[in-house]
């Protein structure tokens, strides 16, 4: 079935330079080819320190709009930088800019491909202008879901998940039908069969090493550590408007059943495809449509076997921490959020081990005062406190 499209679409593509950005790119270039009835066009890209890939993808896409978020990188080589971009390219440097690109009246469409908190502003921000954002950044959600509800419902936003089980949710629930159940799937990550002692002594490049994805350095952490599942249960809530009781997660670790809604009638219904985030970015930009994709298909003609079973949650205490935050909502996502951020960096620097960087979210949520019902500010607040909280636990407990 095909809908009326609009003639042109005009995408901004925040966080370009990274893993979600680069497979975007790869599927405007695909729509291109493919789509007759829409002329796709990339008007703004944003990358915060990779100045070459930047200037690449901004050639390749032929964007007016560039922005570099990190004005240290800008203030290293203040006469050559414009110089890099293509002549046709507009260079803005600065995090305000990416609130400016987001909201722009030739945007329609915002790819929120940005990783962590520092997605927050601008990803809500294209919320506000209610433009179709297609939401890889879950943080914004985790961070501030009851915000993005209402500011959504309000501009008229359209939020299309680009997190792959999100995706896969989303595509269960489109035949209508009452939902009993939300089943999120996971890999489990690299270290799915390992024991506490031996996630202890974990390595930084054993916890990057991810069995079926390849993604950024802090989503592989979050992978890693299962807090991606945490993150994930806290954005499935806000998205769907769903109780947290009504989310569960098994562990799947082919990666092909991306995630499973059980309807009232007792039916259940799963999304299935091999694991390429290009399928759901696809997705995300031309829902209702649906046209050829150019990833690679299952086939399900040959034998194959795969596996669902339950989280084991003493060997992956984030489970129940991403529960438990779904389920008192208010402030708690943006403290974990931000315990879990700051706790990731710190793992990547060699200063604490990767089972601390649980403990230490933990630690911030029962430390801090919860709220149901925060101002933006507050929570960016917390957010400030939060990192700092972790800093002082990592110092006082000497690692
Ligand atoms: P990445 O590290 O590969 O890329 C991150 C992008 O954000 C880069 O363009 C980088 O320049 C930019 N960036 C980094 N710090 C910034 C800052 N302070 N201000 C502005 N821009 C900044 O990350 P990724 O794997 O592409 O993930 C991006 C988002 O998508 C994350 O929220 C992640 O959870 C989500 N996501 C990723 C995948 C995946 O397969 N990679 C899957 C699902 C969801
Ligand atoms: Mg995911």
Known sequence: ???????????????????????TISVIEHLTRIDAETTWRVHGISGHHNLDRLAEIAGRTAACKVVLSDPAVAADMPDSLAGRFPAAASLEVGPDKLVELAAAAEVDTLVAAIVGRAGLESTLAAIRAGKRVAIANKETLVVA????????????????????????IFQCLAGGGIARRIILTASGGPFRQATIEEMRQATIEQALAHPTWSMGRKISIDSATMMNKALEIIEARWLFDCP?????????????????????????????????????IQHALTHPRCLPGATPTLDLTEPSRWSLEPVDTERFPAIPLGFEVASVGGTAGAVVNAANEAAVALFLEGRIRFTDIVTACRIALENHHHESNATLDRLLELDRWAREEVLRWQERSNF
Do not use: C, F
């Open 244 to 280: 947290a009781e009504m989310i569960a997660v098994m562990i799947h670790p082919q990666s092909i059943i991306h995630s499973m809604v059980e309807m009232v009638d007792g039916s259940t219904i799963a999304q299935l495809s091999p694991p390429d985030m290009r399928l759901p």
């Open 1 to 23: 079935m095909s809908s009326s499209s609009p003639l042109e679409r005009r995408v901004a593509i925040l966080g370009a330079t990274g893993s979600i950005g680069t497979a």
């Open 145 to 168: 879901g009851g915000l993005v509800r209402e500011m959504s419902r309000r501009s008229g936003a359209e939020l299309l998940p680009v997190d792959s089980e999100h995706a896969a």
